[in-house]
T-cell receptor, first 111, second 117 residues
């Protein structure tokens, strides 16, 4: 099976802009979770979608949002970008069990 | 919510030595504990995991132990090799009845392991 894929791999944006990141899970996986990775805060959970519904949410402001489509592909959106949003954004997919497989990530730089 | 503490933050060993990384968790309802290895510029890769109904699990040179009473779990790597050099993350999650995943991993801060040839 093909692994988790994410697009784009790199993004450069300026403060105040918005950005949309995409994640395609492993075929047959219905759960997609998103994480933010920074040197200072480590890996932090953003939210999880299962069957097009947000099932879990982390402690991030409302500027961070997501959605999931009927084919399980997921997008996350960050509006009104801030310098502190610069990070590696990782998505992970899983089947019924808790085992999560990560994508390569999208490196977002906010200038 | 869940909190996971991981120690040490850096670990340096000689090739062939053993390495041990320890994590503690706060939520007694957590029952699934994976370990991920992340090489520079790469995605986190699952290397081993353990569920709360098991006390120890081994896969070749890697083993994980779990003490539910003390709420801590450890990663043991034996006969370390230079290619084991990476950042290792522990995590905790709740896996529901019937295998339903709650989809949220809480990670430790990571351990930078360096294996010197």
């Amino acid at each position: 099976k093909a692994g988790v894929t994410q697009t784009p791999r790199y993004l450069i944006k300026t403060r105040g802009q918005q950005v949309t990141l995409s994640c395609s899970p492993i075929s047959g996986h219905r759960s997609v979770s998103w994480y933010q990775q920074t040197p200072g805060q480590g890996l932090q959970f953003l939210f999880e979608y299962f069957s097009e519904t947000q099932r879990n949410k982390g402690n991030f402001p409302g500027r961070f949002s997501g959605r999931q489509f009927s084919n399980s592909r997921s997008e996350m959106n960050v509006s009104t970008l801030e310098l502190g949003d610069s990070a590696l954004y990782l998505c992970a997919s899983s089947s019924l069990l808790a085992v999560q497989f990560f994508g390569p990530g999208t490196r977002l730089t906010v200038l | 919510g869940e909190n996971v503490e991981q120690h040490p933050s850096t670990l340096s060993v000689q090739e062939g030595d053993s390495a041990v990384i320890k994590c503690t968790y706060s939520d007694s309802a957590s029952n699934y504990f994976p370990w991920y290895k992340q090489e520079l510029g790469k995605r986190p890769q699952l290397i081993i995991d353990i569920r709360s109904n098991v006390g120890e699990k081994k896969d070749q040179r890697i083993a994980v132990t779990l003490n539910k009473t003390a709420k801590h779990f450890s990663l043991h790597i034996t006969e370390t090799q230079p290619e084991d050099s990476a950042v290792y993350f522990c995590a905790a999650s709740k896996e529901g009845a019937g295998g339903t995943s709650y989809g949220k991993l809480t990670f430790g801060q990571g351990t930078i392991l360096t294996v010197h040839p």
